[in-house]
């Protein structure tokens, strides 16, 4: 989030306050007339619920105008439901499941023992994990740490080499030999040997060429002079036009996430028909 | 010492070694062992959320005790935490241990539905009024590079959208309305496939020297702590 | 570099009508109810396709790692899928690996469930008609689990009904036994880690669904044939409600999301025609 703005504009705390106090009656107005809540047929936890929750949108947004402290109560407030919420879902969903249930509602003595002898010393290996946060004994959490990483390295080789490496150059190399085996059975120069032979046939040479440039530009160990200068830069055109295609997605997702706001505010808070 | 440093650094390299290893043997044996070590991570990853809070909170206390800028916010996330804490042990009065009541909203519900789901999703929905702020007041194509870059951004960006098909129609004709959302395409498909599995092959060349360097014990930083 | 406050206010105002301008070109399209037909794109059809090639009684696992902040992209796509499943008689198995989206999964599911009872009069219920799993740790850990012992690695759903003999449940014995897989992922852990220790390590064609800043990155994955389709964005979602012929919210977010990238598209382009008068202007005085 960009820094709080000084005050430029020469305009009077007071006039802000009372802008803000309108806008505080116009809202609560608006929600009371569109929601109801306190009608017989309402549900009034819910619509409660709906108005708080737009209020919270709109003190949101009001970081557009300025960071203002009702957004930074609401910020800490979020952080903080945020915690407790994933607090008790990993009670509920994991430490409950994995270890209270398997020996405090173990179902019969065998499945206590069975939980005894599988899960001990996870378990331990779970509370020394949590040692990290003192200095002193810190160095016992290096066991669970040590347990994880040295899993998830081993593991990491062989998968890694699978899928990113092999079934990409698998497919890299696929589309020039799908050419070769189906070059016999179409007529040369007709319209199906270039829309279905050449035109893929050249895209997967364009797609070569950039892998390789894309991989050499960033590979430090020989000097990017010359014929490697000019493949480097061939690289970074590449890198760029990827780089825009992203950007030009990123622009979607986030104006999406807009429009998913709004459509809670204009259906929900509005009650305006779809 | 021995037990601080050495036998944490032979525990990476057995485990790792078998985790390796166990990809590679079809004997039951091997897939037991997966089956039981998966379990283990599983359990162990429940007492994670603990470092995670700890380090949130502690970060707070600090700048209550301090009475740093900005001190009296944090309070809010006490507060918070702390509702949300003791509505989810009420459970809709079931208490801790019971699975959570499905027939009626309880506080806890209410909670992650009016409080935590608008402002997470209010939060990030922010950055689409920066980008057009940013858009219009700092990309510029001044040199090659950075005009691919806002070439390919305006292709996709409006190719993307079912105005263009419009838009298409209109300028070439009915039949070619697909001209920007298959230009769109050809930019995702070609230069973008081309970069992304450049990175991808890149990336994958790292992981998998980093994960040797941790196995003989060459990359140490995940032990954290003095060099003891 | 330090500016006047004159400098400094107006920067401000030009930020502020930018943002102005961009509230507007969200809104005003649903206040005219407009609508603008599109063709969806073909990953979105491949991945179409595939589920609705599935027999009745097939088993869908549908893994929804996303929490509220991607809910405006992945909520449609999510409810689309289920919507699609449930229409097919295929058996959705639901889970989450983030732990701060559970129980907006959770409401979405039963949400459709409800719906889907109320159109058809007959009963949707979990662990017979869908099972709802919910969320473990362990991440990839928990996908190699999944891959070996299904119902060792979750034996209570997240309504705490035992796996083991569950209707919903039979013949799956783990991830090899499964038709299908959908991932929607907001970002780690999500697609990639469902490829790597999932499809490529069991078997079973996995579909995607990201937000629309993820989807660049999975190109090489759908040409690879390591994903079956892909929905990318609040775009994916739309073209997904139009093969199904049902369109929802992210139908009604086209028009708007086409006004917002149309504004975007004229401010770069007016902006860089700004500098190349500039630099014309420039030029010119050097000359003369």
């Known amino acids: 989030m960009s820094e709080p703005e000084t005050r430029t504009d020469g305009k009077t705390p007071a006039l802000e306050m009372g802008a803000l106090a309108l806008l505080v009656v116009v809202f609560l107005i608006v929600s009371l007339v569109r929601l109801q809540p306190f009608s017989p047929t309402a549900d009034t936890a819910s619509a409660i619920g709906i108005i708080v929750a737009a209020g919270l949108t709109f003190v949101m947004y009001s970081f557009l105008y300025r960071d203002n402290p009702l957004f930074k109560i609401a910020e800490n407030l979020y952080v903080g439901v945020t915690l407790g919420y994933g607090a008790i879902m990993t009670w509920r969903l994991s430490l409950m499941p994995e270890v209270y249930d398997p020996f405090f509602n173990s179902p019969t003595w065998g499945a206590f023992w069975n939980s005894a002898l599988h899960r001990t010393v996870p378990i331990i290996l779970g509370v020394l994990l949590v040692t990290r946060l003192s200095r002193k004994y810190g160095w016992l959490s290096r066991y669970s740490y040590a347990l994880m990483i040295g899993w998830g390295s081993g593991l990491a080789i062989p998968l890694t080499v699978h899928s990113y490496i092999l079934q990409q150059l698998s497919s890299a190399i696929a589309p020039f030999h799908e050419t070769v085996a189906h070059a016999a059975a179409v007529p040369i120069f007709s319209q199906a040997w270039f829309f279905e032979l050449v035109l893929p046939a050249l895209g997967a040479v364009v797609v070569m060429i950039g892998t390789v440039a894309v991989l050499f530009y960033f590979f430090f160990s020989v000097e990017h002079k010359r014929v490697g200068g000019a493949i480097s830069r061939l690289g970074i055109f590449f890198l760029m036009v990827c780089f825009g295609a992203s950007f030009g997605y990123t622009v979607m997702g986030r104006m999406s996430l807009l429009i998913g706001r709004v459509q809670f505010l204009l259906y929900e808070w509005l009650k305006i028909p779809k | 010492m021995v037990y601080k440093r050495l036998i944490p650094l032979l525990l990476v390299f057995v485990i790792g070694l078998l985790g390796f290893v166990q990809e590679f043997v079809p004997h039951p044996l091997s897939g037991q062992f997966r089956e039981e070590m998966t379990m283990w991570f599983r359990v162990i990853g429940g007492f994670a959320l603990f470092i995670g809070a700890y380090s949130l909170l502690h970060m707070h206390v600090a700048r209550i005790r301090r009475r740093m800028a900005g001190w009296g916010y944090s309070v809010f996330v006490f507060l918070g935490a702390a509702v949300m804490i003791a509505v989810g042990l009420h459970n809709g009065g079931l208490g801790p241990l019971a699975a959570e009541p499905q027939d009626r909203m309880t506080w806890f519900k209410w909670g992650y539905e009016n409080i935590q789901v608008p402002c997470s999703a209010t939060i990030f929905s922010i950055l689409a009024f920066f980008m057009a702020s940013a858009a219009f007041r700092t990309f510029r ?52 496939l081309a970069a992304q599995r450049g990175i991808m092959l890149g990336v994958s060349l790292g992981v998998i020297s980093q994960a040797v360097r941790i196995l003989f014990g060459i990359e140490r930083s995940y032990l954290g702590g003095s060099d003891e | 570099m330090t500016r006047s406050p004159a ?116 009963p949707v219920e979990s662990g017979k008609d869908y099972v709802f799993l919910g969320f473990k740790p362990g991440t990839s850990n928990l996908v190699l689990n999944m891959g070996e012992n299904l119902k060792a690695a979750f034996d209570k759903d997240f309504y705490k009904q035992p796996t083991e003999s569950m209707p919903a449940l039979t013949g799956v014995q783990s991830l090899k036994n499964i038709d299908m897989a959908v991932d929607l992922a907001a970002g780690t852990p999500g697609v990639e880690m469902w490829i790597v220790y999932g499809s490529d390590r069991f078997h079973f064609p996995l579909g995607a669904g990201t937000t629309a800043v993820q989807a660049p990155q999975l190109y090489p994955f759908i040409k690879s044939n390591q994903l079956v389709g892909l929905l990318g964005g609040l775009r994916g979602a739309a073209d997904y409600e139009q093969l199904l012929k049902k369109p929802a919210d992210a139908t009604r977010g086209m028009l708007a999301q086409s006004w917002t990238h149309t504004l975007l598209v004229i401010l770069i382009i007016g902006a860089n025609l700004r500098l190349l008068a500039g630099l014309f202007r420039r030029k010119r005085t050097r000359d003369a």
Not at chain 3, 101 to 112: A, C, F, I, P, Y
């Open chain 2, 141 to 192: 194509a001044r040199n090659v590079g950075a005009a691919l870059l806002l070439g390919a951004a305006v292709i996709v960006m409006f190719g993307r959208v079912p105005v263009s098909e419009a838009v298409g129609g209109w300028l070439f004709g009915v039949g070619h309305s697909g001209v920007f959302p298959r230009a769109a395409d050809a930019i995702m498909e070609y230069p973008n």
């Open chain 3, 7 to 122: 400098d400094l206010l107006r920067l401000r105002r030009t930020r502020h009508v930018i943002y102005l301008l961009v509230a507007a070109v969200v809104v005003l399209p649903y206040l005219f109810q407009l609508s603008m037909p599109f063709k969806p794109s073909s990953w979105a059809e491949k991945l179409y396709h595939r589920v609705d090639s599935l027999k009745s009684g097939s088993h869908v696992l549908l893994s929804f790692d996303y929490d509220p902040a991607s809910s405006a992209e992945l909520n449609p796509m999510a409810q689309a899928l289920l919507r699609h499943c449930f229409a097919k008689g295929l058996v959705p198995i639901v889970m989450t690996h983030w732990v701060t989206g559970v129980s907006q999964v959770e409401k979405l599911l039963r949400d459709t469930a409800e719906e889907v009872q109320k159109q058809t009069g007959k």
